[in-house]
């Protein structure tokens, strides 16, 4: 290991107030914006010190105080909570520390993430299952933050970073996807369409007719931070976001069944194959939902429109990319333009076939 790089962490262990004697640091792995390592030392671990990137996404790091405050102190309330639900969900120490000099998280190891080559599909359903119910009762867990939104850090505190009024939000949010029906006509998708447009109207009455509720929720849940261990499932790196759980319990569904098996040709996704792995993605998504609603119908329809909805989020955030130059951080995200006009198609397609039960 190079020299900067222990010392990088041996300053670490000395800012968490962790002795270093017998430091054993090794590289574990990177995500999109952080590297992280595996160290133990004579007193603790295994521990993961994770620190930003130099480069993510084309782009080099640049130290934002507010940003990583919100970003670190988000990550533990929400292993606190989560942990207060089902206890050893997450790590059950965590630490950061934020500075021009030395910015980092230090967390209790998990384990290797979950592994789908050497999985079945009754296995990645009961992951599923499993995961949908810790959601559930996420979910149900009162937060006292103020506003809604991504957490932000003001005054010396989390918070959401939307202060407005929630439900007027949510109303307008809501009748804005008919917007998205107008986007499938510019570009060309008015046959293809028609059937959406139906599912849409239907879905919009629906989604106002119901109170959304408020709850720090997780918007990247995948298998890259997901952990499967004797005991069960063990979920690291979130994205806290304080939000309606439905709508994010649908992202887990968009995301299992489309979004990770469509994205091979994306340099960002590329190295998991996940395409190879069809069958066990819709098996998790299957078992997650089966897991959330817990044999409520209603709730299996809510979800379902959320599902739908980040479907259509997904669609023409494709077709949006195609109208313009693509920056860097979209070709790492997405792959190149053929990449994205070869999932349109897929995506107008499942759109179609979409059924809310």
């Not at 054993?24 to 990177?30: G, R």
């Not at 390592?37 to 790091?61: C, D, M, N, W």
């Not at 909570?81 to 965590?94: D, F, Q, R």
């Not at 499938?184 to 919009?204: F, H, N, P, T, W």
Request: overall charge negative.
């Amino acid at each position: 290991m190079e020299g900067r790089i222990k010392a990088r962490i041996e300053a670490a262990l000395e800012l968490a107030g962790l002795g270093k004697n017998g430091l054993q640091a090794s590289y574990l792995a990177e995500g999109a914006w952080h590297e992280a390592y595996l160290i133990s030392t004579a007193e603790a671990g295994p521990l993961v010190a994770r620190f930003p990137k130099p480069f993510s996404y084309g782009k080099p790091f640049l130290y934002n105080e507010r940003e990583l405050k919100a970003e670190y102190g988000g990550r533990g309330l929400y292993y606190r909570l989560a942990n207060g639900v089902s206890e050893g969900i997450c790590p059950p120490y965590y630490t950061y520390s934020v500075s021009p000099e030395l910015s980092f998280t230090i967390e209790t190891y998990s384990g290797p993430v979950m592994s789908l080559a050497t999985a079945d599909e009754a296995e990645a359903a009961r992951w599923g299952a499993e995961c949908g119910r810790f959601f559930r009762s996420m979910d149900q867990v009162s937060v006292e933050l103020e506003g809604f939104g991504f957490l932000d850090w003001k005054d010396g505190k989390l918070a959401g970073d939307h202060q407005q009024d929630y439900l007027a939000y949510w109303v307008e949010d809501t009748e804005g996807y008919l917007e998205s029906w107008e986007r499938l006509q510019r570009a060309g998708y008015v046959s293809e369409a028609g059937c959406v447009k139906r599912m849409l109207d239907e879905i919009v009455r629906f989604r106002l007719r119901r109170t959304p509720e408020l709850s720090l929720t997780n918007r990247d849940v995948s298998p890259e931070n997901l952990i499967i261990c004797e005991s069960g499932v063990r979920l690291i790196d979130p994205v806290p976001i304080l939000y309606d759980g439905f709508a994010f319990a649908g992202n887990v569904l968009n995301n299992f069944n489309t979004l990770f098996p469509s994205f091979y040709g994306s340099p960002r996704y590329e190295r998991h194959g996940f395409d190879r792995y069809r069958p066990l993605l819709r098996s998790f998504a299957d078992g997650f939902l089966e897991g959330y609603a817990q044999g409520d119908p209603e709730i299996v329809c809510a979800l379902r429109v959320e599902q739908f909805l980040m479907l259509l989020d997904l669609t023409c955030d494709h077709i949006g990319l195609l109208e313009h130059d693509m920056t860097e951080e979209a070709r790492l995200r997405y792959g190149d333009k053929a990449a994205v006009e070869e999932r349109i198609p897929l995506y107008i397609a499942a759109l179609e076939q979409f059924r809310l039960s």
